[in-house]
């Protein structure tokens, strides 16, 4: 449930499956491991079929440990953290690559179709396909705040 990215301060964790109160227990782990080990994360969500809100226990305390981004979400998972208001807080990016380019000046990052500002925007879920990662950019605020 992880891998390296080309940079070695970042470590990628990958997540597969749906994840409740009975199954979050190995994504924390593997999430706690990474965070020990490095200072900057990247949970590649792009396997996650379900998620409720116990997926939030290990991400909040995890980005307050390390810088953490979140790669490829999908719709579901979008739309809790919209719903939650913790897409605010956490930065989505549409790729792991691009995740980890992040921390890396603007002009190094991978080209994206989901350009603009946001994390899991509106614009960006209405013309992405069914299942497809449709986060990109970084809002550190909601609209209208």
Not at 40 to 62: C, M, Q
Not at 79 to 103: K, M, N, Q
Not at 132 to 139: L, M
Request: charged residues 20%; aromatic residues 4%.
């Amino acid at each position: 449930m992880g891998g390296d990215v080309a940079d070695p301060c970042v470590r990628s964790v990958g997540a597969r499956g749906s994840f409740d109160p009975s199954s979050i227990a190995p994504l924390a782990e593997a999430l706690d491991r990474a965070a020990a080990e490095h200072s900057k994360v990247v949970l590649d969500a792009s396997g996650i079929t379900f998620a409720d809100s116990s997926l939030l226990n290990p991400l909040i305390p995890t980005h307050r440990t390390v810088d953490l981004r979140v790669a490829a979400p999908t719709r579901q998972l979008c739309r809790l953290l919209e719903i939650t208001g913790v897409d605010a807080l956490l930065t989505v990016r549409s790729t792991v690559e691009e995740a980890a380019a992040c921390w890396a000046p603007r002009s190094a990052w991978p080209s994206s179709p989901y350009s603009g500002a946001g994390r899991c925007s509106p614009s960006a879920r209405l013309s992405a396909p069914p299942f497809r990662p449709v986060a990109s950019g970084y809002r550190p605020v909601r609209p209208g705040r």
